[in-house]
């Protein structure tokens, strides 16, 4: 079975100051993560996904995140936020392999960019 | 590719009425995916199709939901007997097989409301 915590259920950042989401999952086999951002009344857009190649990964919009085995962790960043960048984000596990396909997604992060 | 839609966007219904919804996937998408969405809450997997073929189910899908997938191409799914329980954004996603460049696309959504 998989499932994702994400620490703090608001973030609030200043414009320009770095973006810090935290995403620690558990997965019984080798995990595929994801992180959605997702405006209101809006789906689910990709930022950015891991499946077993580089641990630092690139995403849309100036994203990144990296992945620690070690710390069964997926934190999400942004060097310098942008009002634009106001959204609810949620991280996601996916233990494709292991049985289960769907995603299993956490509670989510309402990040909140102060002018 | 002109992406994952979802229709009706918005329906509203009395309790014990029922509903159905559809989704049209990314073509050449073989997988589809049913989520549903409450308020302040990420995305709960429901129900997922390869092709024609319905492989699993959530226990969150109880015997009043239904989900169809004929012909592998778009899905239906079907809310008997609504509750207001059942008020929430229901959400489709498509993807091909998995590899290193799988990910799930999401639509809109469907917001249902249950008076």
């Given amino acids: 079975a998989q499932s994702v915590t994400q620490l703090g259920s608001h973030v609030s950042v200043s414009e320009g100051a770095l973006v810090l989401l935290r995403c620690n999952y558990s997965s019984s086999v080798p ?14 857009q990709l930022l950015l996904k891991y499946t077993s190649a580089a641990t630092l990964v690139k995403g849309i919009n100036g994203f990144e995140a990296e992945f620690k085995k070690s710390e069964t962790s997926f934190h999400l960043t942004k060097p310098s936020a942008h009002m634009s960048d106001a959204a609810e984000y949620f991280c996601a596990v996916s233990a494709l392999g292991g049985g289960a396909d769907g995603l299993t997604f956490g509670k989510g992060t309402h990040l909140i960019i102060q002018p | 590719d002109t992406g994952v839609s979802q229709n009706p966007r918005h329906k509203i219904t009395k309790r014990g009425q029922n509903v159905t919804f559809r989704c049209d996937p990314i073509s050449e998408h073989n997988r589809l995916y049913w989520y549903r969405q409450t308020l302040g809450q990420g995305p709960e997997f429901l129900t997922y199709f390869q092709n024609e073929a319905q492989l699993e189910k959530s226990r969150l899908l109880s015997d009043r939901f239904s989900a169809e997938r004929p012909k592998g191409s778009f899905s239906t799914l079907e809310i008997q007997r609504t509750e207001q329980g059942d008020s929430a954004m229901y959400l489709c996603a498509s993807s091909k097989d998995p590899g290193p460049t799988y990910e799930q696309y999401f639509g809109p959504g469907t917001r249902l409301t249950v008076t």
């Fill in chain 1, 31 to 44: 995990p595929y993560l994801f992180w959605y951002v997702q405006y209101p009344n809006q789906g689910l």
